[in-house]
């Protein structure tokens, strides 16, 4: 991932403010930013482990050089959400949500309300996640906001959603509703950001002092996302009827470990078949022996795996912040036709 994710460090630096905050005095580790590319949107999964300190608010910044479209209309489907919630005042069960990521109409969120989660800066666009469970509504404003303070499509933008505390006494203005401790959400967003070929979603976690209901902006950490195409390349050499193939799968020019290979063969190039499949090895290789052909491709399958160089490349940027569960898309990808040698 390096030589690739290596370019989304230019122009972060106007956001390392955003993010470059005390390290962590207590363990707040498990946070976790996962991000697919859709033909249409993204979908945003953002995770931690139930156990861990309740959290305040996330900031998810959108790799830089996406283009935004915020003219959606008031009450807007952007995309379904699912969320899971740890209820505290139902025995600390686990409570699923479903519902819709909608754009909200203008003064639907308290000005007072906004201003303290995006720390007074006004949102390119205010949408709302409304939730249903065990025959509850529940509404998360959700912002986007752009980084440098400038109103414009063109820069860099930031997610931010701010949570209510979950474990403060019950009767606690301002209390989540059934004490709900938000470990899970998964929100689909249609329309709104340009597709991004190489880049890093990066997101901040601050969680609240236990018990407190006060912000413990020392134990903030921050969790990148990084997106990179995929490709995969294959050799045929001559063995008896069939062949010995070996090939390579890599993910932003580096090696990409764990994928499927699916090789296809035969005796013509445009009648290829299914003949087996492989797994690439630590070092992104593979190889496998096809009975018989003339003719193979490969194609590849990888799901989102981790990336551990996306911290080594934005440290530098968030100072002291501990960079905790890099993660990389996954993504599909096919070989060109080769014939044995």
Known sequence: MR?????VAVGLAAVAALIAIPAALAAYTS???????TATGVVVKASLNPNDDPTAQVAI??????QLTTSQAPGAVLGPVRAIVKALDLAGADLPLEGQL???APGQIPAATVAQCTGGATPLATWVMVLTAAGQTLQVPTYLVATTGTQTAAGPARIVICLPPPDVPVGTPGRATFGAKVYSAELTINGVFSRTTSGAWISSWVPFTPGAGSVNVAGAVVSPAGIAPGAVTLAAKRAGKGAALAGAVTQGGQPRGGATVTVFGGAKARSLKRVGRARTTANGRFVFRAKSGTFFRASVVAAGGTAASLC????????????????VNGFTAQSRVVRKR
């Open 31 to 37: 946070p976790k930013l996962e991000v697919t590319q």
């Open 61 to 66: 910044i959108v790799p830089t050089g996406t």
């Open 3 to 7: 030589r690739r994710i290596s370019t």
């Open 312 to 327: 080594t490349q934005i440290q530098p940027l968030i100072g002291a912040t501990p960079c905790v569960n890099p993660t």
């Open 102 to 104: 909608v754009v909200a």
